[in-house]
């Protein structure tokens, strides 16, 4: 199988078996689909002939109920008014008669007791207590009535006088007890009110006698479809049956009932069956049993609670398939026999350039890219033009290229190293115009001042220094330039001295801090802006006159481990506008107080998550302190604290900090 011929010849024969398997399993699904879809549409017909069949039969059979329902309740209603006629007439006989109302009512009562409803079953009265006043069994005479409910759980007593009263008369399905025994049983009733002597005229009839008449055409129904489906004819030894939600037949399977009316296969097909809003499909019968290998659709008629289910014979619907694939066999076994020795001679001679080329390529390892190509190199030409042909011209590309790329990552190599050389230079030249030795003033023991600047580059432009002015001013500065790399330092450099100049002229920051900015503005093509903090601190009393501009504002560690942030700034950032008044400020540190300056770099460090260390961390850390801790200790935890926060990731900014210790006030004359 290491041979590039076997695995070309080998290659071929399984693309060709694929390519013949994909074939015959796509002709196999693709012939069965269509039987099965032509099938569907012949099962979908039969199916929907039946429900169409079944559907007008059932709507003809509910327009006869509701006929027959709607002629008994105007046949009761019919007798409903001439009941009241005739109590209104019993009634105006006693009145003109001058007899009294309590012996019209008796009139009344008897002749209600013998009365028969026409389409009815009996008729009783009630009155508004829903006691019965004439019944058709006399024990029921004079008994509560209330309790027995309507099809919706109200009291037919009091349901037949309400709705009467709005709408004059009442018709309802309900249990009642039955004329023998104390079982109840369905009936419906229309209710007339009397109300001159405060009576219910009830009229009532059987509901199972509407059931039986109903019975009797469902009876009818289900013969008509037992004589029209059996008359269909179906692919395959088809046929259709119909079955109850409780199991029973309807219309019994073809050929009997045996097997498919089994528990197992019904509650299969009640679970395949649609209702008409998702029509099913034909689909597998696994409960038939794989000697029956049936397929079946069916669907539900809910008001009657039927299934219709249609059987076809899955061995029918695979057997044009089976013989579509034995045909495609014989063919395809031909065909890659031929294919076979084709395929051993085209590939010997596909692999005799690629052994040419393997030894080529074997020869590399031991060329050296970092002389110049040999002249052979330029003269060869690869043969032909095909695949093979553009493959060597392709390697011969390749080979010279590396001769060439070799040349130059070495001339970018030698170029890289002389700039990071130049770069560490100037790294080595910035930290040295800033104060890096510690303790910075060991024979000054009134203070204690310790600062740190870690570059995101090889060069930064934040800034920090720091240095006595007279025996008894100490002058600090930090800031930030915008930008980082060559630019940002050498504009660092330039802020340094004019910030050091200036406190050689002016006693004051803000007037220091003025002279910069003028002088940075005046000659700044590229826009480039420092933020900056000067500071003067005096030794003897404690106080520190400072101008900030733009810059973030300094932190001062109190007595008791509070920590103030001075908020206020004196004017905008250096090197903007020329002609900038700064705003004076000042602040006053006790002995064992505590001022720290620090550049953005430190509150706007980055975790993986793009989380900022912020302002409240630092405050946090600040205040979490021993106020007595070393200003070197002090700057090495806030910095751990930031590298902590970080992460490992890459540093986005410079960070630079300054704590600066007051400890007590000098004993050095002003």
């Known amino acids: 199988m290491n041979s590039l011929r076997v695995k070309i010849f080998v290659g071929v024969i399984a693309i060709l078996a694929l390519m013949a398997g994909g074939i015959m399993a796509y002709s196999q699904r693709a012939v069965r689909s269509a039987m099965v879809d032509a099938e569907q549409r012949s099962v979908e017909n039969v199916l929907q002939m039946a429900e169409l069949a079944i559907r007008s039969q059932y709507l003809q059979l509910l327009s006869d109920k509701v006929g027959t329902i709607q002629d008994r309740k105007a046949a009761f209603r019919q007798f409903g008014q001439t009941v009241r006629s005739t109590l209104d007439t019993l009634a105006a006989q006693a009145q003109r008669a001058r007899t009294s109302d309590e012996a019209a009512r008796a009139n009344a009562l008897d002749w209600l007791a013998g009365l028969s409803p026409v389409a009815g079953e009996y008729s009783f009265v009630f009155d508004r207590a829903g006691r019965a006043v004439v019944y058709p069994d006399a024990a029921m005479v004079g008994q509560d009535l209330s309790g027995f409910r309507d099809i919706r759980g109200r009291s037919v007593t009091q349901t037949a006088w309400s709705d009467s009263e709005l709408y004059g008369s009442s018709f309802l399905t309900y249990a009642w007890k039955a004329m023998k025994g104390e079982a109840t049983e369905p009936k419906y009733g229309l209710f007339v009110p009397f109300p001159r002597w405060g009576w219910m005229i009830g009229i009532v009839g059987d509901v199972a006698d509407l059931q039986r008449e109903t019975d009797v055409r469902r009876a009818e129904l289900v013969e008509r479809l037992r004589s029209s489906l059996g008359s269909l004819q179906m692919a395959g030894n088809g046929f259709v049956f119909v079955f109850d939600g409780s199991g029973r037949p309807v219309v019994a399977p073809k050929g009997g009932e045996d097997g498919w009316m089994a528990p197992a296969v019904l509650s299969e097909l009640k679970a395949m069956a649609s209702d008409g809003d998702a029509p099913s499909r034909l689909a597998p019968l696994p409960s038939a049993g794989p000697e029956q290998g049936a397929e079946a659709q069916v669907f539900r008629l809910k008001a009657l609670d039927w299934y219709v289910a249609a059987i ?9 398939a089976q013989d579509l694939i034995l045909s495609q066999g014989l063919v395809f076994a031909g065909g890659s026999l031929l294919a076979a020795v084709l395929a051993w001679f085209l590939a010997q001679r596909i692999s005799r350039p690629l052994v040419a080329l393997t030894h080529r390529a074997r020869a590399l390892p031991q060329t050296d890219f970092t002389q110049a190509p040999p002249e052979a190199l330029a003269k060869r030409r690869p043969e032909g033009r095909d695949e093979i042909g553009r493959l060597a011209s392709a390697f011969h590309f390749m080979e010279d290229s ?8 070495m001339r970018v190599t030698q170029e890289r190293e002389r700039i990071e050389g130049e770069l560490n230079v100037a790294r080595d030249i910035q ?21 740190a600047l870690v570059s995101a580059k090889e060069v930064g432009g934040d800034l920090y220094d720091f240095y006595f002015i007279d025996d008894r001013h100490l002058c ?17 450099a ?4 004019l910030i050091k100049s200036a406190a050689d002229r002016f006693p004051d920051p ?25 500071g003067v601190l005096d030794c003897l009393t404690g106080e520190i006159r400072y101008a900030n501009g733009g810059h973030n504002p300094p932190l001062v560690i109190r007595e008791g481990g509070r920590v103030e942030c001075l908020r206020p700034i004196s004017g905008p950032a250096l090197g903007v506008v020329e002609g900038m008044d700064y705003e004076p400020l000042a602040t006053h540190l006790k002995p064992g107080e505590t001022l720290v300056l620090y550049t953005d770099g430190v509150t706007e460090a980055m975790n993986a998550r793009d989380e900022l260390y912020e302002d409240e961390r630092l405050l946090q850390l600040l205040e979490a302190q021993d106020p007595f801790l070393p200003t070197e200790m002090l700057v090495q935890r806030i910095m751990a604290d930031v590298q902590a926060h970080a992460g490992g990731t890459p540093q986005s900014d410079d960070i630079t900090l300054v704590a600066l210790r007051f400890h007590q006030p000098s004993k050095r004359s002003s």
Not at 402 to 409: D, E, H, K, S
Not at 511 to 529: E, G, H, R, Y
């Open 312 to 320: 076809v014979s899955s061995a029918a619907l695979a057997e044009p």
């Open 402 to 409: 590396l001769y060439r790329n070799v040349q130059t990552v």
């Open 431 to 451: 930290l040295g115009l800033l104060p890096k030795i510690f303790p910075a003033f060991p024979d000054r023991s009134e203070i204690d001042i310790h600062a």
């Open 476 to 492: 600090f500065t930090i800031g930030d330039v915008a930008g980082k790399g060559v630019p940002a330092a050498l504009f660092m």
């Open 494 to 497: 330039i802020t340094k001295t």
């Open 510 to 534: 803000w007037q220091m801090m003025a002279a910069v900015n003028d002088t940075l503005a005046s000659d700044n093509p590229n826009s480039i802006f420092v933020t900056s903090l000067i």
